[in-house]
């Protein structure tokens, strides 16, 4: 049981807010040991106190009683226990030997063994609760938490303990920084420090300054390049820690050891004193009313603005605060911040990323001098003082992506969180405190530390409570000395980031993993200051080597130091190092900036200085003279020393030009031949440097990859330009991926089917990830391209093109884009809840023979159109989360791409939402669902174009090529176009996958879109269509059919089958276990009929049941299929059943036509491959070329006879067709009727 003393220690220590020690430089002032912090400690005695500063005081007075007994019990303790140890952070310890050991990032600190100073240890503790005080102190003057207040009742808003796990979100989107402002070539390291700066700065506030300036300077007027070489001359001063003006002396005066460089020749040193006396901040007309601060409101606005241009924050944010210093008291709205390095200042509330630190926005603490004119500040007058602030610093970042917020307990109001999502859809996590009284809202803190004192370290606790619907959850870790709380507006109850250890007092030693909200905090808790110390600290202070007594400059002087350290951010985590000569310090970098500065300067001067106007010409213009300098004669130069390596490359390029010269005929030396014909020996050259690139290009092969993403799993075919297959690959999702829990590669819910979209990129690792483990050289692809099931559509959440744009390599691709889609269940083509929104669409446009006329197919529940009205209609808040719309074609392409790919036009003409004939999105159908909708599906384009390279994710995680091509990715469908090579009328293609389809190629002039089937452009050709009609029930229905009457066995299904004569004596069947597309029927079921067309239950033999499934399914392909205009004089079957001989003969005979088959099963990832070809002689040759002229064989060569019709069967499907047609009349009427 703990001592008063040990718990008035932990009180003080637990509750004080620090400044990391090995970040806080000296300080500046004085630091006091003992009690309370007032003004009298940093301002002259008898001095008049601003408003702000006296109000600040009796906060501190009125705290300091509260204080004091726990100051008075620690030091007490001290003295008793002086080899005791210290529950608290870092004391000064004069002998290094450890107990436990830290952890955390200071969640869990160091505990000094009996070793330690205890004289050292008696002021450090006190200093520690000292600091506690102050914090306290200031914080409650300056947040809501301390504004009307009241003891909160025990249970608050909160739920009984472990409660949590309800309510709790999956997690968020993970994405890193981006800087737009920065191109390709200056990330490789082509800019300068100077140039960073540059885009750091905004160029309004300089532009402002220099015009403000010029209208007080006497003399020469000031240029933008003197204005920022006299910048570039602070910078250097700040560096060397001196006035500048020292930095204007003679060789005499300069001492021995005297580093600093001399600035006589950049600028003398009147120029210098003249612009120092006349820099103004803005010439924009002053107020009319009194306003102290107008010209820093100004420029804080155009930084503000101006960041938001040019950086794009991670995932995480800091929000904090930071001082401009300041010596005099005597200043607008002057604060005290105990806690800062250099605590004397105007006040700035800031927001840092959490991964760069890099600063994106800030706010000056105005208080009571902000004038009356202007009311109140943004949305305070709705929400109050600190809701407001964290409003206007993060609009900004409103409704763009799902970043959370991360802040200090002086932010802790329940209701600020609460409007940071509902306003700007922003996360939060905070830390909870007591300061007078716990936050308002009912946060029964007292209840949380009364039940986390018996609880063992580093074990969590949660609540969940609801704030005006929103969820929020509490999180309790006893960290031993102190019990550490948080609020959160989101999260995940997994663990997650790297084990940790903490070792009690005991040895006992504690494991444990942090959850996402308190990891979050404790990785984003110190963005602010590292940006501050960057500012302030590391012995170059560059923020007070500016002393200026002008307030107003101070504050351009914060600003200017901020857009100086955001420069050396973005040069650390974005510029790749191209030499040694890279600023590796802060320090180094300002000394960099300053002296490229001063460097311009003098460029500029003397361009000026060497162009002289003379009189004018007899035309009436100006002529201009430009004086070059003639640089003084030295002497001959020293020879050169030339490295042996080059005089190596030299002789190796005279071999190769000796030896081309005598393949191709041509003298070296003296004599005849010399005056050959220039032009002839040219060509020879051409060609004989062409035949050495083939070679060696022949050395180096070139593949195309394809993939298929199915509804069951990912195919991969490896292709090179000889059209052989290199290598293949496949995964299913069912067996392989098994934590997404899909039966059949989808989840099904009724007439809901859908897919896990975070499925996508899990497989697509796996699968190269299979490739990379069975040694296949990924480099050697050259162009990728791909097939997805047709329909399918795929919703990316908010930040998910930056999550795209910065995956990490060391990372899987699954684990960074599991929180990228806003609707987290794909819909696919199985599902059929949609009859209602297809409807409503049709209607839209003038019924079901205009759709088909306008998008090549009627409103189908599968369609994408379709599902997407529906998404609006149901879940607004998904759609209102939602940055781009894709296919799951446009989706795989842009995981490889690393950003949003383009809808292709033939997988896009199964969405209804393109026009066929311009091949656009229809504007009708996009207003009919959404006037924005546009905006997030992009615009469509052909499917042989390449539309990207490989994202560089891929290059460092997989080995492929940075060079490696993305071609467009298409359907599943248009694909198999490609693996079969359908080229014209009379060649039809049956695929006998998932779902069944019959597809053939016609002239667009000949195509009549009906409400029947489906017209799509055709991939590889474009001046025809694809025609196709597509079955859902396709082998699901055979297979379920084969368990019922074969016991799962085919074998035994193929002997049924074919025991029973073409026809089956009559007996027909309507086999439909999920609703149907063609015939158009929802009610699943099986329908059976008797030769005479009575209905019934079962058939009488198994075998007749076996049979009547095929016969069924292809009699219903042949009448349908004749509508559309399809008239086969070849068939081509592919997919996984076209290796089934019974089942292709039943083709042959019902069609009467003989039935070859691919070498491949799988046609649509080998199409895909071809695709990739294609693409990549398009691309090659900058415009369409055509498949067979890109491909060069014919890819039909290896396709092999699998069935011959028999014509006396083929008779018989003949004579029963109308009888067929006449029943599947009669079971779409009841399906109508029911």
């Known amino acids: 049981m703990p001592t008063p003393a040990q718990d008035g220690l932990q009180h003080v220590a637990a509750s004080a807010v620090f400044w990391p020690r090995k970040h806080r430089p000296a300080p500046s002032l004085p630091r006091i040991k003992i009690g309370c912090l007032t003004s009298s400690l940093w301002a002259p005695r008898g001095a008049k106190q601003s408003v702000d500063v006296l109000h600040a005081r009796r906060v501190r007075q009125e705290r300091t009683a509260a204080s004091a007994a726990a100051l008075e019990a620690a030091r007490a303790y001290l003295r008793e226990h002086r080899s005791s140890s210290l529950p608290a952070a870092e004391p000064p310890i004069a002998t290094t030997n450890l107990t436990n050991t830290r952890s955390d990032q200071g969640s869990i600190e160091a505990i000094p063994d009996g070793g330690t100073d205890a004289n050292d240890a008696e002021e450090w503790a006190v200093e520690q609760a000292q600091a506690g005080a102050e914090a306290e102190a200031e914080a409650e003057a300056d947040s809501d938490a301390a504004e009307g207040l009241a003891p909160n009742p025990p249970g608050g808003i909160f739920r009984e303990w472990g409660s949590t796990v309800s309510g709790l979100d999956d997690g968020r989107l993970r994405f890193q920084a981006q800087a737009p402002c920065l191109s390709q070539e200056e990330k490789n390291g082509s800019v300068t420090p100077r140039g960073l700066f540059h885009k750091m700065l905004p160029p309004d506030i300089i532009e402002r300054m220099l015009r403000a300036t010029n209208d007080q300077l006497v003399g020469k007027p000031l240029s933008k390049d003197e204005l920022l070489g006299y910048l570039g001359i602070r910078m250097i001063a700040a560096n060397f820690s001196c006035s500048a003006e020292r930095l204007w002396r003679t060789s005499m005066q300069q001492g021995r050891f005297d580093t600093r460089p001399s600035m006589q020749e950049v600028m003398s040193l009147r120029r210098f004193r003249a612009i120092s006396a006349a820099l103004r901040l803005t010439d924009t007309p002053l107020p009319a009313y009194d306003d102290p601060i107008f010209e820093v409101r100004e420029m804080v606005s155009s930084w503000n603005e101006h960041m938001q241009s040019v950086f794009r924050p991670s995932d995480t944010v800091c929000l904090d605060k930071s001082t401009a210093v300041l010596n005099n008291k005597r200043r607008p709205s002057v604060v005290f911040v105990g806690r800062k390095p250099h605590p004397v200042g105007n006040e700035y509330h800031t927001v840092c990323d959490s991964q760069t630190k890099i600063m994106l926005a800030m706010e000056f603490v105005e208080g009571r001098t902000r004038p009356v004119q202007l009311g109140l500040p943004e949305y305070e007058a709705d929400h109050g003082k600190t809701t407001g602030l964290l409003l206007r610093l993060t609009q900004s970042l409103a409704n763009l992506l799902p970043r959370a917020v991360v802040m200090d307990s002086a932010f802790c109001v329940v209701d600020a969180l609460f409007q940071l999502k509902r306003k700007h859809g922003l996360l939060a996590c905070t830390v909870a405190k007591k300061k007078r009284y716990w936050p308002r809202h009912h946060v029964p803190g007292d209840n949380v530390l009364e039940y986390m004192r018996d609880k063992p370290p580093a074990e969590l606790h949660g609540r969940y409570g609801v704030y005006e619907d929103m969820p929020l959850h509490l999180h309790a870790v006893n960290h031993g000395t102190y019990t550490f709380i948080t609020l959160a507006t989101y999260g995940s109850i997994r663990p997650t980031g790297t084990p940790r250890f903490y070792e009690a007092p005991d040895g006992r030693v504690y494991r444990y993993r942090r959850i996402e909200a308190i990891d979050d905090y404790y990785q984003a808790r110190h963005a602010v200051d590292d940006h501050n110390y960057l500012r302030q600290g590391g012995g170059q202070f560059f923020e007070e080597g500016w002393a200026s007594k002008s307030w107003g400059i101070r504050q351009f002087n914060f600003i200017l130091t901020s857009s100086l350290v955001n420069a050396y951010l973005l040069q650390q985590h974005f510029v790749a190092p191209n030499d040694n000569q890279r600023p590796q310090t802060m320090a180094d970098f300002c000394l960099a900036v300053g002296t490229e500065l001063c460097d311009a300067w003098e460029d500029a001067r003397a361009r000026d200085a060497h162009v002289i106007p003379s009189a004018r010409s007899s035309s009436g213009g100006s002529i201009t003279h430009v004086l070059l300098p003639i640089p003084k004669f030295e002497g001959a130069r020293p020879v050169v020393a030339v490295s042996a390596d080059l005089c190596v490359c030299v002789c190796v390029c005279v071999c190769v030009c000796v030896s081309l010269a005598a393949r191709i005929g041509i003298r070296t030396g003296p004599g005849p031949g010399r005056g050959r014909d220039r032009a002839g020996w040219m060509a020879r050259i051409t060609r ?387 609703p149907e597309i063609i015939p158009h029927v929802l009610q699943p079921g099986v329908r059976r009929f008797a030769p005479d067309g009575s209905r019934l239950d079962a058939f009488p033999e198994p075998s007749i049941e076996a049979r009547a499934v095929l016969e069924s399914q292809f009699m219903s392909m042949r009448s349908h299929g004749t509508k559309l205009g399809l008239d086969p004089h070849d068939i081509i079957v592919t997919g996984g059943a076209s290796a089934n001989k019974t089942i292709v003969q039943v083709i042959a005979d019902v069609f009467g036509c003989p039935v070859r088959a691919a070498a491949q099963t799988d046609s649509a990832s080998l199409g895909a491959a071809y695709r990739a070809l294609h693409a990549y002689k398009c691309q090659e040759a900058g415009a369409y070329v055509s498949f067979r002229d890109a491909l060069g064989h014919d890819t039909q060569a290896h396709f092999k006879l699998v069935a011959e019709p028999n014509m006396e069967n083929h008779k018989v499907y003949t004579d029963l067709l109308p009888r067929y047609e006449e029943l599947e009349a009669r079971v779409v009427g009841e399906n109508r009727r029911s």
């Open 688 to 1074: 004989t440097m062409a035949t050495a690139s083939r070679a060696g290009k022949a050395e180096q092969p070139c593949y195309y990859l394809g993939l298929d993403s199915s509804t069951q799993g990912l195919k991969a075919t490896v292709v090179d330009n000889e059209l052989e297959i290199k290598f293949a690959t496949a995964i299913n999702f069912d067996r392989d991926l098994p934590q997404f829990g899909t039966k059949g590669g989808a989840h099904e819910k009724g007439e809901v089917v859908t897919a896990p979209a975070a499925m996508l990129p899990a497989a697509l690792e796996m699968v190269l990830g299979k490739m990379k483990e069975a040694q296949f050289d990924l480099g050697n692809i050259v162009c990728i391209s791909g097939s997805g099931q047709q329909h399918g559509s795929v919703y990316w959440a908010k930040g998910a093109s930056q999550a795209l744009a910065s995956l990490d390599p060391a990372k899987g691709l699954h684990e960074q884009l599991q929180y990228a889609f806003s609707v987290p269940e794909c819909p696919i083509w199985m599902d059929s809840s949609t009859t209602e929104q297809c409807e409503q669409l049709e209607k839209a446009v003038g019924g079901p023979e205009a759709m088909a006329r306008l998008t090549g197919s009627r409103a189908f529940e599968r369609f994408t159109a379709n599902q997407i009205l529906k998404k609006y209609q149901q879940t607004p808040e998904a759609m209102g989360n939602t940055e781009r719309i894709s296919l799951i074609s446009s989706a795989m392409c842009s995981l490889l791409m690393g950003a949003y790919a383009p809808i292709d036009t033939s997988d896009g003409a199964g969405m209804n939402l393109m026009a066929l004939e311009s091949e656009k999105w229809a504007p009708e159908i996009i207003d009919a669902i959404d006037p924005n909708l546009g905006s997030l599906l992009g615009s469509p384009k052909p499917a042989h174009e390449v539309v990207g390279t490989i994202s560089p994710y891929f290059v460092e995680r997989f080995g492929l090529a940075s060079t490696c091509q993305i071609g467009a990715w298409s359907g599943d469908n248009p694909n198999s176009v490609a693996g079969l090579g359908l080229s014209g009328a009379g060649e039809v293609a049956i695929s006998l996958g998932t779902s069944d389809t019959i597809f053939s190629i016609i002239d667009k002039a000949q195509a009549n879109p009906g409400v029947e089937g489906h017209f799509f452009p055709n991939p590889i050709d474009i001046k025809s269509h694809m025609a196709m009609l597509c079955y859902k029930n396709g082998s699901l229905s055979r297979e379920a059919v084969r368990d019922r009457v074969a016991q799962n066995d085919w074998s035994t299904y193929q002997e049924l089958v074919e025991s029973r004569p073409a026809g089956n004596e009559g007996f027909m069947g309507f086999f439909f276990d999920r």
